[in-house]
Structure formats: structure tokens, C-alpha cells
């Protein structure tokens, strides 16, 4: 698909916006482009805009982990751990868009986001803790505990089950790469209530396996040839992402953990309900 002028610098500018927000709250933006993809091309089918999605995720987490890695806000030993859980469910939801008709798939994205809006607005966040404390000998033999010094001096001390992250990275991995909307929204509210991560580092942590997570998903649409439908597009968000991202990057100093979790509930409450009256022709 060639693009005029008009919308190359349209996309650009969605894609700064999908960049800073995406970025600030860890969620590599997809949950943000997704729903605006299938609002702008409701004729295309879902393998090619989740394809368009991934990659512009790819782009976005590359260039917002830049800035965590300066800030040092990013737990390296478990991003990896985790992003190599999530690669075999990326390739899975990759391959299981193609089957999925466009009615269906909205079904599916609007009530998964709407879920996940409930959960967040049900338990915002609480101020973080230090989790070993609460951690008894006998629980702690299947526990690790990292303990991080940002680039400011605030330093966190947690404690956390690496099956029970592994478990939720291959989960998260799938729905990612099946919905287009780079895992970031599933995975930042599972690192800081189920995982006890600080919400910065949580944030910081899910951009870092999005970088890995999305890339693994866009090569399987490459290599599936759906890819070739949407690089126009996908260059043109990409634009905007990498200079959005590093705006998001610097605004997430200024908000507090329960505010982001909190602004990341609202748009996702909006965007899935808009998306199930799509759905439904409402």
C-alpha cells in the first residue's frame, strides 16, 4: 500500500503519540495502535495489521529501552529469562492470526483489553515493599531475588517465583503476537502484583522483552509473507515511535507508580469498549 504525503506525516504523528504513552507505561504501545489500525483499515484483515502493530512494537521498546538501560531501571537477568518464555508463544499467536476472521478477532481484542481495565481499576497498585521480608525460608528455595540501584541512587530489593514468570511470559508471549498489541499491558500489571516488581522497574523490565518478543513475532509475519502488505505503514509509525518513545522515557520520572497503572486502566477500558461496538456494528 503507497502512501501520499499527507499520510505519511498522519502515521508519524500517531506514532509519536503511541510512542511516548506506550513508553511511559511500559506497554510498548500496541494496545494503543492496534485499536487505531483497525478503526483506520477496516477492511484489512488481522495477520496483516497485527503484523504492522509488531513491528512498530519492535521499533518502540528498542528505542524506549535505550533510555531505561541510561536510567538503569531495566533487571536484565530476568528480561532475559522471561523474553525467551515468551518467544514460543510469539511464534504460536504469529501463525494463529491468519485463521482468525476480522469480526472474531475484534470480539477477542475488545474483551481481553476490557478485562484488563477491570483488574487495574479494581487494585490500582499499592506502594511497593520490600518482598523479601514477607518471604519464608521455605517458600524462598523456589524464589529469586534481585535487588537494583537506578542510575539516581534508589535502590529495590525484590523477591519473586521464576516459574510462575515463565509460565505467565509464554501466556503473555501468545496473546502479544495474536492481538498485535506487544504484551506490555498483560505483562506490567503481572510484574508488579503477581511478581512484586517495583512499578519503574516493572515498566522499564516488559520494554526491555518486548524488544525480543515483537521481533520474534514480526519475523514469523515476515517469513509468512504478511509483512510485505504493511511496510509503508509500519515505516511511517515507526518514525513516530522512535522519537515518541524517547519522551515517554523522560516523562516516566515525573509520574508516580499509581498513576501509571491508573492512566493505563482508563485507556484501555475506552479503547476495548470501542472496539467490541466495532465488532458488533453498533
Known sequence: MILTNEQYLI????????????????????????????????????????????????????????????????????????????????????????????????????????????????????????????????????????????????????????IIGISLSFLVGYLSSFLGIGGGIIHVPALVFLLHFPVHIATATSHFILVIMALTGTIVHIWTGTFSHGVHRTIALSIGVILGAQIGALLSNYLKGPWIIRSLAAALLLLGGRILIIAFHL
Open 11 to 162: 502515521l508519524i504523528a500517531i506514532g509519536f503519540g503511541v510512542g511516548a504513552y506506550g513508553t511511559l507505561i511500559g506497554a510498548g504501545g500496541g494496545f494503543v495502535l492496534m485499536p487505531i489500525l483497525l478503526l483506520l483499515y477496516p477492511g484489512e484483515s488481522p495477520a496483516i495489521l497485527t503484523a504492522i502493530s509488531l513491528a512498530v512494537v519492535f521499533f518502540n521498546a528498542l528505542s524506549g529501552s535505550e533510555s531505561y538501560a541510561h536510567m538503569k531501571r531495566i533487571d536484565y537477568k530476568s528480561g532475559f529469562m522471561f523474553a525467551a518464555a515468551t518467544i514460543p508463544g510469539a511464534i504460536i499467536g504469529a501463525l494463529n492470526t491468519g485463521y482468525v476472521n476480522r469480526q472474531l478477532f475484534d470480539t477477542i481484542f475488545g474483551i481481553v483489553v476490557i478485562f484488563i481495565a477491570l483488574f487495574l481499576f479494581l487494585k490500582p497498585t499499592s506502594e511497593f515493599k520490600d518482598s523479601t521480608r514477607e518471604c519464608k525460608e521455605v517458600i524462598c528455595r523456589f524464589r529469586i531475588t534481585r535487588h537494583l540501584v537506578e542510575a539516581d541512587g534508589e535502590s529495590y530489593t525484590y523477591t519473586y517465583n521464576p
